[in-house]
């Protein structure tokens, strides 16, 4: 075996040729081929135009019961408003007379002064409230005690008088059983600094 003839190795390399077209080329290690690089590029299109298209999905489905609740939020408000337009009707005012009060500042002397009006809720008794001489004294000690607690610095701002408000409503309110108290209203309020 030593000696083969010529067309024998021959055909050992042309099998061999044969062969090696057979088997698949040794891909490169470690490198990107295109096609790869277009597939993740096109998952990541795909995947981000489908949470595009769910996160709107989802939104749209959120906001019917914002709406709702908006809406709702406004009939509650109209209604509240109507009652109030209601209430206004029947209710009467009792004007209080003027408050002039040293306030409870250490450091200088502030004085407030303010005029009250009571709301009522039924007009018809509101002769009754204003000649009843008990009351209006009892009305004015109970304001007078709370006023010349107050700071000036108390107040300066809005929410000070809004809890100033409030304080004389629920301090004032004992003494009404009918007519039932509304309101108290401030029709002026001047500090002197």
Known sequence: ???????????????EK?????????????????????????LALVSSAGGGVLSFVLIKQA?????????AAEKSEKVEQEKFAELLEKSAVLPLEPFVVNLADTDAAR?????ISLMVDDKTKLKDLAENQALQLK??????????AKRSQDLINAE??????????????VYFRA??????????????L
Do not use: C, W
Not at 18 to 42: D, M, Q, R, T, W
Not at 139 to 148: G, K, M
Not at 179 to 192: A, G, N, R, S, Y
């Open 160 to 173: 000070g008088k809004n809890k100033l408000r409030h304080e004389l409503q629920e301090k004032v309110a």
């Open 111 to 115: 004085y407030l002064r303010i005029k």
């Open 1 to 15: 075996m030593l000696f083969q003839r010529p067309e024998m190795r021959r055909r050992t390399v042309l099998e």
């Open 179 to 192: 007519p039932k108290l509304v309101d108290v209203m401030f029709t002026e309020f001047i500090i002197q």
């Open 139 to 148: 009305l004015r000690d109970v304001i007078l005690e709370s006023l010349t």
């Open 63 to 71: 906001l019917p019961p914002v709406q709702a609740a908006e809406k």
């Open 18 to 42: 044969a062969v090696e077209a057979k088997e698949p080329p040794p891909s490169p290690k470690g490198g990107f081929s295109i096609g790869k690089i277009l597939l993740v590029v096109v």
